[in-house]
């Protein structure tokens, strides 16, 4: 079991990396540099406001089927979009913004900002999940209809992350005990109870709350979604972690074939 449980780790280790989160406050300007835990699945969401419909010019049309009494014409399918990889890539690495976020240098008060995310290290394996599933306005989940354009090489290396700039205003470290507390204090019970009354677990709810500031519902769903296959995604969060977050880490090349 010991030989195993190496094996695995050793197997993990090829499809893992971290990312780093670029935050910045609208109130001043201030920048927040924070690291996430590693992860082994890259997943992407589908910006279908950017698909488009391609028409088939080298195909000739078929001849049309003959309509039955009481039935439509069944020849007419619905025409698929497709989308570019990279229109994913960019959707995910484009600045978002952040509406329900406590910033700890204004005495842990909500005020909106922005976000942007950047690899740390590029794994050797780059294993990546398409949400195809999304929440309708009904909270149902939903298939997106849709066709992925992908190139045979993707160069990643403007995505690397590269740590605080020159000028740039960094908000100051919080001990983990001021982290602890924002934590256990910062989580909405309404925003809880509705992502426990979806069936999602008590864990995962409370680490998708933190994530994403305290509250926001809608946002700690989508988080749930991308971070579901996340090694600690139903681990309850740690009073005080002895681990410091990486900062640092060997990066393979940028292209992934």
């Not at 690291?35 to 010019?57: D, F, G, N, Q």
């Not at 978002?96 to 005495?107: C, T």
């Not at 989580?187 to 509705?194: N, P």
Request: glycine share 4%.
């Amino acid at each position: 079991e010991m030989k195993i449980e190496k094996i695995q780790s050793r197997t993990s280790l090829l499809f893992s990396f971290e990312t780093q989160d670029r935050l910045v406050c609208s109130a001043d300007d201030k920048v927040k540099y924070t690291s996430r835990a590693p992860e082994t699945v890259w997943s992407l969401r589908i910006p279908m406001e950017k698909a488009k419909i391609i028409p088939k010019i080298d195909e000739e049309p078929e001849p049309k089927k003959q309509k039955q009494d009481g039935q439509e014409d069944n020849d007419a399918e619905k025409a698929v979009p497709t989308i570019r990889f990279m229109d994913c890539v960019e959707s995910w690495a484009a600045e978002s913004p952040l509406e329900d976020y406590r910033w700890s240098h204004l005495g842990d008060v909500v005020h909106p900002g922005t976000q942007t995310t950047r690899f740390i290290n590029f794994p050797r394996y780059l294993w990546v999940q398409i949400q195809r599933y999304q929440l309708g306005q009904d909270w149902l989940p939903y298939k997106l209809e849709v066709n992925l354009d992908i190139s045979e090489e993707i160069d990643l290396s403007p995505l690397k992350a590269m740590g605080p700039q020159e000028g740039e205003n960094l908000i100051p470290e919080v001990s983990k005990e001021a982290v602890h507390r924002a934590q256990n204090n910062g989580i909405s019970e309404v925003a809880l109870g509705q992502l426990l009354d979806m069936g999602f677990g008590l864990n995962s709810s409370k680490r998708a709350l933190v994530a994403v500031g305290g509250s926001n519902f809608e946002a700690a769903m989508n988080w749930i979604f991308e971070h579901s296959m996340d090694p600690d995604f139903n681990d309850p969060l740690s009073e005080e972690s002895d681990t410091p977050l990486s900062t640092s880490s060997e990066a393979d090349d940028a292209v992934v074939q």
